[in-house]
């Protein structure tokens, strides 16, 4: 997310707003009050802001609200439309706020420093105040902080029954897992879904959010610290009729690939989850004809810097293929052609939308990016690493591997 000095508006300004709104503590002075009553609108977008972390503490997170300051002042929210955020942020307490037309910031509730904002319960309370205070037809969601996609690490979360993930979010060290997140989103009906962050767009991590968003954007790679570009993609957001949420992900990625030298990096996908049922019962069929491990002289395609022994993201369309057919285009076992062109078909209804740069930070060439990423059982062992059987993906499909 590289920014531009000439970029930054009202800059002195921006920062005594977020100085009051984010580091002030509630006991100085008293807790905003409701509105009375919250006049409904037609789209609300809340920006959940995990930064309680070296993102926050480095200052992304003032900088991508003063992007957003400047969308506002802009006019992109609009008259129908309410952006609210709520920001964990380093040496602060959590607060609910809204970012108003003109460059205004309105505190909307303060919260007190139990818990953890990638806890269930404090995500879900959350959702609850925002209907609250801002009552609206459509809501849309953006998930901004660190994010390793499917990777699951055994840290705790006493709100959740089940083992926790280094997933989405860092907050003070402690994480939120994929399963845990897609329950925290079941039922809020959230029109879409924006990862701000790292490796969110794995086939393992979307299929675990099928019935939870319809529409998802992430990367399948890492992303510059600087992530979305908010003064563009505020009016995304807001478009009228629905959510241009693959102007949104094109905006971030032109942007990235508008820089040159190892700043040019970025890959951004958009997702339609109602097709992942197929694509999974296409992907089992291929998996159930197909051997576990890499195909002999097959090279994959790494969304990491990392060699391909410790890599946990590669091209998902890539590895199938390579399942399916040797490198002269001859099938590996019975069907596998008819049955690669019905995974082919299964995966165009999914993603709608694709980009990647050349290269990663300027080291790893991207040959190949489909959309999204997989991870890639070599061994007998491997469906224990960090959890990974724990997963849906796994389960469902995964597993079929011999």
């Known amino acids: 997310m590289l920014k531009i000095d000439t970029r930054i508006v009202s800059r002195l300004s921006t920062a005594f707003l977020l ?4 580091v002030a503590c ?24 995990v930064a309680n972390n070296n993102l926050g503490a480095a200052g992304y997170d003032r900088d991508d609200i003063d992007e957003m300051l400047i969308a506002a002042r802009s006019g992109d929210i609009g008259p129908n439309g309410r952006l609210l955020v709520y920001h964990d942020g380093a040496n602060a307490m959590p ?12 505190t909307l509730k303060r919260y007190d420093g139990d818990g953890y904002a990638v806890e269930i319960a404090r995500m879900r309370g959350v959702f609850d105040d925002m209907r609250e205070y801002a009552p609206a037809s459509e809501y849309g969601l953006v998930l901004w902080s660190h994010g ?107 942007h990235y690939n508008s820089l040159s030298g190892s700043a040019r990096t970025c890959t951004m996908s958009v997702v339609r989850t109602d097709g992942f049922d197929a694509l999974a019962s296409a992907t089992a069929a291929i998996y159930s ?20 022994a410790s890599c946990n993201y590669f091209d998902f369309r890539d590895y199938v293929a390579a399942l399916c057919m040797d490198s002269s285009g ?19 209804e999914c993603v709608v939308y694709a980009a990647a740069t050349p290269y990663i930070w300027n080291s790893v060439p991207l040959l190949k990016h489909c959309g999204m ?25 995964a597993s079929l591997l011999k």
């Open 19 to 22: 100085m009051v709104l984010f």
């Open 26 to 49: 509630g006991g100085d002075e008293p807790d905003p009050l409701p509105p009375s009553p919250p006049e409904p609108v037609n789209r609300v977008v809340l920006v959940y802001m």
């Open 95 to 106: 607060v609910l706020a809204e970012i108003r037309g003109g460059g205004r910031i309105d």
């Open 148 to 254: 390793t996609g499917w990777i699951q690490d055994g840290i705790s979360d006493e709100s959740d029954d089940e083992i926790s993930a280094l997933s989405f979010g860092q907050d003070c060290g402690r994480t939120m897992n994929v399963t845990s997140l897609a329950r925290a989103l079941s039922g809020q009906d959230f029109s879409f879904l924006y990862f701000d962050c790292c490796y969110m767009a794995s086939v393992e991590t979307l299929y675990e959010l099928r019935y939870a968003v319809p529409l998802i954007a992430a990367s399948a790679t890492e992303l510059p610290v600087r992530g979305s570009r908010y003064d563009l993609n505020i009016s995304a957001f807001f478009a009228d009729g629905s959510p241009d949420l693959v102007g949104a992900a094109r905006n971030t990625f032109e």
């Open 289 to 308: 004809n197909a051997g576990r491990g890499l195909p002999s002289g097959y090279i994959p395609q790494c969304f990491s810097e990392r060699s391909v």
């Open 330 to 348: 001859n099938p590996r076992f019975d069907g596998a052609g008819d049955m690669l062109r019905r995974f082919d078909e299964a995966l165009a």
């Open 373 to 397: 990423s997989t991870y890639i059982l070599k061994t007998t062992t491997h469906p224990s690493f960090k959890n990974y059987d724990s997963l849906s993906w796994y389960v469902d499909v």
